[in-house]
């Protein structure tokens, strides 16, 4: 995807990456430079926004019907270290 300022010249390109079933996996922004566009996503616990250098993961768990039990999103850091929880969403389904 690419986004354009008022005067049409491209402002920012963003790579999406897809699994085999279509579901977005990943993603990276960059700057008009070419350069990897640094993340600002609120962080709750600390009550602001902080910058993420790496490419964002989005991870999905699914129980034997299907049905998502944990997902959310991981930093996938440059220098291709562990990945870090983001954020997280957990439910619990009872099945009768």
């Known amino acids: 995807?690419?986004?354009?300022?008022?005067?049409?010249?491209?402002?920012?390109?963003?790579v999406e990456r897809f699994d085999a079933g279509g579901k977005r996996v990943e993603w990276e922004e960059f700057n008009r430079d070419g350069t990897r566009a640094a993340q600002q996503v609120f962080d709750p616990v600390l009550?602001?926004?902080?910058v993420l250098a790496g490419?964002?993961?989005?991870?999905?768990?699914?129980?034997a019907?299907?049905?998502?039990?944990?997902?959310g999103y991981r930093v996938v850091p440059d220098d291709g270290?562990?990945?870090?929880?983001?954020?997280?969403?957990?439910?619990?389904?009872?099945y009768w």
């Open 1 to 14: 995807m690419i986004r354009y300022d008022a005067g049409g010249a491209a402002s920012e390109r963003r």
């Open 65 to 71: 019907h299907g049905n998502w039990t944990r997902r």
């Open 55 to 63: 490419r964002m993961r989005w991870t999905e768990e699914v129980d």
């Open 47 to 50: 009550g602001r926004a902080r």
């Open 81 to 94: 270290g562990t990945p870090r929880p983001l954020w997280e969403q957990v439910r619990e389904i009872t």
